[in-house]
């Protein structure tokens, strides 16, 4: 990108920009700086007062990637990946967002995003062919090209239970922690939730809170993270190597720079078997989903990697019965997503912390003095929701978008999101969904996923202007097509089977229940899109 050009983008962004960008997360600032580099004058609208995203409000004790540092990151500069330093193996949200900030800096994103702006209404004027966009605080934009950055895991999933503006304690959403920290030393604290989320909160809180009671409804499968410092060596190893680490990465299945075994779980011996998955508990994180080709295709195979799980539980918990509320028996290893941990099993083993089952007994209500399951109150000081998120539809709900005739997004996915290639939906044109409902999105490593998008969507608009066309939307037929696939290939997986899983938007009550995600693999996915682009667009009409 040349100076010049940057300033060229500078000088006409304003209240009528080229293209508008919601969310300033990892997709927002790499969409500001493909746009700005194709000459387009951009301004990105952000809810919170900084960059980053997830990283900016998920503050909680404990709070890290899974994806590990190295490939947890941006591709698109050499000289980034470079310079920039990882510490750990999995580094603590801090460090992810000093990184996202640097981001910002480096490339000087920030003079084009408005922070502390709440987008509430989106709406395609049909007679300019440009979005019109509304905030929260009254004020108003117009573009021609608008890209929704929103995250997919951005809207928190606060459980409506009645009794909760009673409580006379601190009560908290991870996604929404408080910025300088909550003090739980000496205190009663509970904390709702065990998924990703929680199991990592969970041990840290354990630490600092005089009692810690974990409200559980579905146990969960857990691998050790084993994390620790990134030393020198591996760093500059690294380093040399990423170049192969990105290929890797976008010719993998889940966006990380690991295969999937091709063995399956079945042809080795029991014996064979058991060293596998020892090996791969040692080494710890998401490699363990990868020993072997059919764990997510083949329930007799998934059900050794969830008993091998399961015998660790056991073997780590020294209450039997705690063990065995801890041990998931509902669903299948990985059909939701599997949490990687550092002493989450372990924690149970301290005096200080309970367990209770509300899958058994169900949380009643919250009281002025904590929680009430059948007839225990539990007494808290602090109650912490570790309930996860509206996923996927969740934030794009949550603006009222209207597109052609004046219909709304929520009433075009009341049944359930529609979309083709998780990029675009018919009715709406010029909007593009960054890691949308149909794209593989929350089944990868994100920045993979979210890179490929930009990527797409920059050669898209780079294609309209050079072809002087002022409107994009897919095809009713494409979205249809496309809705069908995405259903067909998650049922070839056993990834529905987990009644509870988010991913179906089973967490949130009242939200249809169909498999959002595409799970046919990134690189596969990747190629379809590049096909269709080299195609001249099929499934999408110009004007
Ligand atoms: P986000 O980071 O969610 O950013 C979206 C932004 O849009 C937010 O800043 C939000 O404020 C803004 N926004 C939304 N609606 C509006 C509106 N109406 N008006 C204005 N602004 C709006 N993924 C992995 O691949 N590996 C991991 O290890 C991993 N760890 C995670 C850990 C946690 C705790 C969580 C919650 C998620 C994790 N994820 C992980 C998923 C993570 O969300 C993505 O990796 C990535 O950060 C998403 O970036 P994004 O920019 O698409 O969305
Ligand atoms: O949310 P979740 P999360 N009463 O929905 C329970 C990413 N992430 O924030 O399973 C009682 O997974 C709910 O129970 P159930 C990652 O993609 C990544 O933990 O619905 N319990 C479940 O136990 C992840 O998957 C990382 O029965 C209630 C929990 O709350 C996604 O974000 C770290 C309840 C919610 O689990 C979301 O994870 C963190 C109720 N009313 C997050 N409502 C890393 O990569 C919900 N629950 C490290």
New binding site residues.
């Given amino acids: 990108m040349t100076v010049s050009q940057d300033q060229r983008s500078t000088d006409r962004s304003g209240t009528e920009p080229d293209a508008i960008v ?8 790499y969409m500001l700086h493909r746009l700005r580099a194709l000459g387009l004058s951009t301004v990105v ?4 007062e900084g ?8 503050r ?1 004790p404990g ?5 590990e540092s190295y490939y ?1 990151s941006y591709s698109f500069s050499d000289e980034l990946q470079q310079d920039w330093v990882w510490t750990e193996r ?1 580094p603590e ?1 801090p460090e992810i967002l000093r990184y996202l900030n640097h981001v910002a800096d480096r490339f000087d994103l920030r003079r084009d995003i408005r922070f502390g ?4 209404r989106a709406r395609f004027d049909e007679t300019t062919d440009r979005w019109r966009l509304d ?1 929260a605080s009254g004020e108003t934009w117009t573009a021609r090209y608008l890209i ?8 928190a999933n606060i459980p409506r239970i009645p009794g909760l503006d009673t409580f006379e304690g601190q009560w908290f959403h ?2 929404r922690w408080p910025h300088e920290g909550v003090d739980f030393a000496g205190k009663r604290v509970g904390v709702v939730g065990t998924g ?2 929680g199991i ?1 909160a969970i041990p840290v809180i354990a630490e600092q809170a005089a009692h810690l009671t974990v409200f559980q409804r579905t146990a969960n499968y857990s691998v050790p993270a084993r994390n620790g410092p990134l030393e020198d060596a591996a760093l500059r190893e690294i380093k040399a190597d990423y170049p192969e680490i990105r290929r890797t990465q976008r010719a993998s299945t889940n ?1 990380h720079p690991f295969l999937i075994s091709e063995r399956s779980a079945l042809e080795v011996s029991p014996q064979r078997r058991r060293e596998i998955y020892e090996s791969a508990w040692k080494v710890g994180g998401l490699r363990f989903r990868a020993c072997f080709q059919d764990l997510l295709t083949d329930k007799a195979a998934n059900d050794t990697a969830s008993d091998f799980i399961r015998s660790k539980i056991r073997e780590t918990v020294r209450d039997p019965d705690t063990a065995a509320t801890l041990t998931p028996t509902d669903h299948p290893f990985a059909t939701k997503r599997p949490p990687i941990d550092t002493h989450y099993f372990e924690t149970y083993n301290r005096d200080n912390v309970s367990l209770v089952d509300v899958r058994r007994t169900p949380i009643e209500e919250i009281t002025p003095r904590g929680v009430r399951t059948g007839q225990d109150v539990h007494e808290l000081d602090c109650l912490v929701f570790a309930t996860g ?1 509206d996923a996927l539809t969740g ?1 794009l709900l ?2 009222d978008i209207r597109g052609t005739g004046g219909r709304s997004l929520g009433e075009k996915w009341a049944e359930g999101p529609k979309t083709y290639l998780g990029l675009q939906v018919a009715g709406f044109p010029n909007m593009f969904t ?2 949308g409902p149909g794209s593989p999105s ?1 089944l ?7 890179e490929q998008h930009v990527d797409w969507i920059a050669r898209t608009i780079d294609h309209m202007r050079g072809h002087r066309l002022v409107r994009m939307e897919a095809s009713e037929q494409a979205e249809a097509e496309w809705g069908e696939h995405v259903n067909e290939v998650a049922n070839r997986t056993l990834l529905p089977m987990a009644s509870s899983s988010w991913y179906l938007g089973a967490n949130v009550p009242g939200k249809p229940r169909i498999f959002m995600p595409y799970a046919g693999g990134f690189a596969y996915y990747a190629g379809r899109c590049d096909e269709v682009a080299d195609a001249g667009y099929p499934g999408f009409a110009f004007a």
């Fill in positions: 919601i969310g300033a997360g990892f997709s927002g600032m609208l952000e809810a919170a960059v980053g995203g997830t990283w900016y409000w998920n909680y709070a890290r990637c899974d994806s947890y999995y949200q702006t709440t987008v509430t905030s929704t950055a929103v995250g997919c895991l951005s809207a991870t996604g990703s989320t990592q966006g998120f934030p949550g603006i960054i890691t929350v990868t490593n994100m920045p993979t996923a979210i």
